[in-house]
């Protein structure tokens, strides 16, 4: 009986062996019975396996959300920069006062020809090359006149308030007349005006230095 057993499962395996990719199955012996353990381990279903299990990790990790401590850091930091935006905004605005010298008159004066020389240069290096364009007159009148404060400022004239002035239009057969009419001290106030014209636009511009104590 057990040389009879031995015989079938060795014919099992022979025409068993080929049908499951080269691997050899094993068999139980139990009763006088052979019952065969095949174990098939296919390349195709593992690689599937692999690719299920990243694509399930993949997708964990997508739909994990912010922690609570990631968030009260992203909180802090976003109160930091705040606060040094709000501190650099107020060091541009704070304006440092100036302590009496009761001083009655400047030690510089305004000095209006000396003014006209930066007006005139500025305009004529801003406007020499620029085309009249109503939409870009509003920007291109504050450039000058920041740029024209900015180089008056550099004269040092002591304890004077700067008014800038500009004044663009396009020239179409019309008249125009500029006038100002001021409250000031004649001994100590001043101002200084320059204009500029082409065949197509005007620009005016007058700089106005005011003393104060």
């Not at 390349?43 to 609570?68: A, F, W």
């Amino acid at each position: 009986m057990a040389t009879e057993n031995k015989k079938v499962a060795a014919t099992l395996a022979s025409s068993s062996g080929k049908a499951f990719l080269g691997k050899q199955p094993s068999f139980a012996i139990s009763d006088g019975k052979v019952s065969p353990r095949i174990s098939v381990t296919s390349p195709s279903l593992s690689t599937s396996t692999k690719s299920v299990t990243e694509s399930n990790k993949e997708q964990s990790i997508i739909r994990r959300g912010p922690s609570i401590m990631g968030i009260f850091a992203a909180k802090r930091l976003t109160e930091r920069l705040r606060a040094r935006l709000a501190a650099k905004r107020r060091e541009r605005e704070r304006v440092l006062p100036q302590a009496p010298t009761y001083r009655m008159e400047p030690k510089i004066k305004f000095n209006a020809a000396a003014v006209r020389k930066i007006i005139e240069m500025v305009v004529r290096n801003r406007l020499e090359s620029w085309n009249y364009n109503p939409q870009m007159c509003g920007l291109t009148s504050k450039i000058i006149s920041d740029e024209i404060k900015e180089k008056v400022k550099s004269l040092n004239f002591d304890r004077y308030k700067l008014v800038c002035i500009v004044t663009m239009g396009e020239k179409k057969d019309q008249e125009l007349r500029i006038a100002s009419r001021c409250q000031w001290d004649t001994k100590f106030d001043n101002f200084s005006s320059y204009s500029y014209e082409t065949s197509g636009y005007f620009c005016a511009v007058t700089v106005y230095g005011v003393y104060h104590e």
